[in-house]
């Protein structure tokens, strides 16, 4: 199997909140001496802040302040022992306040997070199955992932789609005894509910399946003594609902809650419960400080303090549903989610409103999809109804502006959410003639000037205009749908007909795990044999899945550049949402790419792709002097792993395969592609090596295996290398096919990466493009590594988190 790097996920989150950052939207320093739970100062400047998750502010109640203080005067700033030998004084009494508060056994943690990493382990068996919401809180996620070591199941479905969960039970059911759904009560971007009262009927309906709860974002605000929106919806607990809530958050102090009726598995989780018995215990100030809070909550106080914040959430809501400002869900929580769309929307907005005085925390990937970027707003009891009148028309004003700014319409914001589209609205087209740019966009390459195409976009691996013929030609008119491929091609010029940047697009039919690791391709493969079509969209890419390089010509110091990577964008995103794809991707580009902060800013992610390889030949320079210049381990390795094997095979350039020979050569491809999940695409249609051996440009380096090295007494075609040549200049073996029976014994592989180089040099060719994978080994005979990244637009993160969890071994 080749070798691929495969992306990592992390550098990708790493690259968007580098930007986030760059843009002032993450990690910023208050500045204030003192705190009140509104105001913010930042960067000198003073906020009204709508970021905090504290809703009725009882972090600034002067109780929770003198409790705190007052534990540390007794107390001290800690106490350091293990909870599982002796609790510091203050905790049994919260502990009797939180029990009577939820009417049920509770456990108490440092936080949630530790909460969920403790619990979670506890209460799932090794004959259970998760099945998890889409949007629950990474906690609760990161938490259910730890059982992969137990070969616990876990399946995912997409957010508050219960009929999904439904299946999920139904093909569960047999095979474990609990399933144990995990969803939030609350959840925590877009302020929307889990739908309690269809799960409470699925519940009815499945004895198997249980319920494990994170309701922080509905705690103190909702239910009886302020236990949260569950047990609003619920009243007493159920036997199969496991719930946590916060003592944090809106609680206003610090740590965690979980609850349950079964006292049995509530001292299961208290006495081992994995960071639950090792971590050190709560503070005496959180502690005492929480203790404050439970007696309120205890009280009728919670009541009034819950209905002065519905006062705030029911006038913000009213106010907002007064203009055309783009709500996105409308479920009277103290969450309100604005939609921007794009990162470059979110970006102008959060700083127009900063500059006006309102500080406000922005969404954005991984947390939502990069295409549902918005200003996450969250309301408080301390606000007054003139910060929130204040608030709302200052969103009215700069709402309109920064979609002007950035180049977007409100609907076209509205429909990245599938939100109801505004009335009598006139959509501002951005003319191309009036910032002396033209766009051509034809469906073939017959409708391209040849000069014009092989001028900016030849002598590059398979795209010349002979080689995008032979693509259109191979890739239609065939039985499956992942045989046919549509094409655009994209032609900017300015005013005097000068190419500013010329590209070509195609739609086809992708895999989604195809740049996965080769592990969670191959457990992939296994459910695909009873359905071919899981886990597959139609894509929008630049170049094609046969291809790979920089599918893109830019003339890089003209004026008018950026504006036509902006028309470029909107041609690629009109043909995606014409062709209803889910998935947008731009390759290849180097990871220093120039164009990254803008099209991080258009809502495109990067990600490792492959990398590159290619080697640069000199011209009248001879083949001896060509391996005389490797390194000294490289000339080791070609006079002990190549030069050897050379006598083993009788080698061929033929233009032309006859049938027999295509058909040995179609199924050594086929071979190869099967084997190589590191970069997983489907086969290719029966056209393709016909196509081959009618073209002039195409070739064939074979390898016929002598009959002393095998059982026979004529020559075994053992290997192929599929080579295109690009208008003299670039030598494209694109593809190899290759006996597995032989293979490791003959060196094969490698006496094809050989013989490609040989033919290249007869050839005159000054570069070869040797393809994606297996650049360790290209490296070693010459060839430049180079590694590179695709840029991804999806419309939901649910494939991403998909794959994620396959990577983890944990599905079914």
């Known amino acids: 199997m080749a070798k691929v790097k495969n992306n990592n996920f992390l550098d990708t989150v790493h690259t968007v909140f580098s930007e986030a950052r760059k843009q002032g939207a993450l990690h910023l320093y208050a500045e204030d001496l003192e705190l009140n739970g509104v105001t913010l100062t930042i960067d000198g400047k003073e906020l009204v802040q709508f970021g905090s998750t504290g809703y009725l502010g009882l972090e600034q109640d002067p109780r929770l302040k003198e409790a705190a203080m007052a534990a540390i005067h007794h ?28 009417a049920c056994p509770i456990v108490i943690t440092k936080n949630s997070t530790l909460g969920h990493m403790g619990a979670i382990p506890a209460v799932v068996s090794d004959r259970d199955a998760i099945v998890l919401d889409h949007q629950v809180h990474w906690s609760v996620q990161a938490a259910a992932k730890q059982l992969k070591s137990r070969s616990v199941p876990i399946e995912m479905i997409r957010h508050n789609r219960l009929d999904l969960l439904e299946e999920k039970i139904k093909r569960l059911a047999s095979k474990v005894e609990k399933i144990w759904f995990m969803a939030d009560g609350i959840y925590s971007m877009f302020g929307d509910q889990v739908p309690m009262e269809a799960l409470t009927e699925l519940m009815q309906r499945y004895p198997s399946l249980h319920v494990y709860v994170d309701d922080v974002h509905g705690m103190s605000w909702k239910g009886p003594n302020g236990t949260g929106f569950i047990r609003e919806q619920l009243g007493t607990l159920p036997d199969r609902v496991v719930l946590t809530g916060t003592l944090g958050k809106t609680f206003g102090a610090g740590g965690a809650v979980i609850a349950c009726q079964d006292s049995e598995l509530q001292q299961k989780i208290k006495t081992f419960g994995g960071p639950l018995t090792f971590s050190v215990q709560l503070e005496p100030a959180t502690v005492g400080a929480a203790i404050a809070s439970a007696k309120i909550h205890l009280s009728a106080e919670i009541y009034q303090l819950q209905q002065a914040l519905q006062a705030n959430i029911q006038y913000l809501y009213k106010l907002l549903m007064a203009t055309d400002i783009p709500l996105v869900a409308h479920h009277q929580t103290p969450i309100f989610y604005i939609a ?15 500059e006006d005085g309102f500080y406000i925390n922005i969404g954005i990937f991984p947390g939502v999809p990069i295409k549902q970027t918005g200003l996450r707003i969250t309301v408080s009891r301390l606000h007054t109804k003139a910060q929130l009148k204040a608030l709302v028309e200052a969103l009215e004003y700069h709402y309109p502006l920064a979609l002007t700014a950035t180049g977007v319409t409100q609907n076209e914001v509205r429909s990245l959410f ?3 589209l505004l009335k009598n609205t006139v959509k501002k087209e951005v003319n191309p003639d009036q910032v002396g740019l033209q766009v051509t966009v034809v469906n073939s390459i017959c409708k391209v000037a040849p000069d014009l195409w092989n001028t900016t976009m030849g002598k590059r691996n398979v795209f010349d205009w002979q080689g995008m013929q032979f693509l259109e030609e191979v890739f239609s008119g065939n039985k499956r749908q992942e045989h046919n491929w549509s094409f655009q091609y994209v032609l900017i010029t300015d005013s005097e007909n000068v ?15 195809m740049l996965s690791p080769a592990s969670v391709s191959e457990r992939v493969e296994l459910k695909r044999l009873g359905d071919p079509y899981l886990m597959t969209s139609q894509v929008v890419s630049m170049g094609c899945p046969f291809t790979e390089g920089a599918h893109y010509y830019l003339h890089h110091h003209h004026p008018k550049l950026m504006e036509a990577w902006k028309q470029c964008l909107r041609v690629v995103s009109q043909w995606s949402e014409e062709a209803a794809c889910r998935m947008v991707v731009l390759r290849d580009f180097d990871t220093d790419t120039v164009y990254q902060e803008y099209l991080l800013q258009q809502g495109f992610v990067p990600i490792a792709m492959p990398e590159s390889t290619t080697i640069t030949l000199n011209v009248g320079e001879t083949l001896q002097a060509y391996f005389e210049r490797l390194s000294y381990r490289s000339r080791k390795h070609f006079r002990k792993d190549i030069v050897p094997f050379c006598e083993h095979f009788e080698v061929l350039v033929q233009e032309r395969l006859d049938e027999k020979e295509q058909a040995i050569a179609s199924a050594l491809l086929e071979a190869v592609r099967k084997r190589n999940v590191g970069l997983n695409t489907f086969s290719f249609p029966e056209p393709l090596i016909p196509g081959m051996n009618a073209h002039p ?16 007494d004529q020559g075994l075609l053992v290997g192929v290398m599929f080579a295109y040549k690009n208008q003299q200049h670039t030598y494209t073996p694109a593809f190899i096919g290759m006996d597995y029976a032989y293979t490791e014994a003959h060196q094969i592989y490698r006496q094809l990466l050989f013989q490609t180089i040989v033919r290249a040099h007869a050839l005159g060719c000054r570069q070869i493009d040797f393809g994606l994978t297996a650049g360790f080994e290209k490296k070693k005979l010459g060839a430049r590594i180079r590694a590179q990244l695709a840029f991804v637009q999806t419309k939901d993160n649910f494939i991403v988190d998909w794959l994620e969890l396959m990577q983890q071994n944990t599905l079914l």
């Not at 921007?340 to 900063?354: N, Q």
């Not at 190419?499 to 795990?513: N, Q």
């Not at 440009?697 to 095998?710: D, G, M, N, S, V």
């Open 418 to 420: 599938q939100m109801p």
């Open 499 to 513: 190419p500013v940047l010329v590209t070509f697009l195609s739609k086809a039919l992708w895999k989604e795990d």
């Open 697 to 712: 440009h195409w070739e064939f380096i074979t390898l016929r295996l002598l009959p002393k090295y095998h059982e026979g």
């Open 340 to 354: 921007a769309g794009m990162p470059i929307m979110g970006y102008e907005l959060i700083r127009r409103m900063k």
């Open 75 to 102: 107390y001290g700033t800690q106490f350091p022992l293990s909870k599982s030998y002796v609790s510091h004084p203050l905790y049994e009494e919260l502990e009797t306040l939180v029990t009577k508060m939820y």
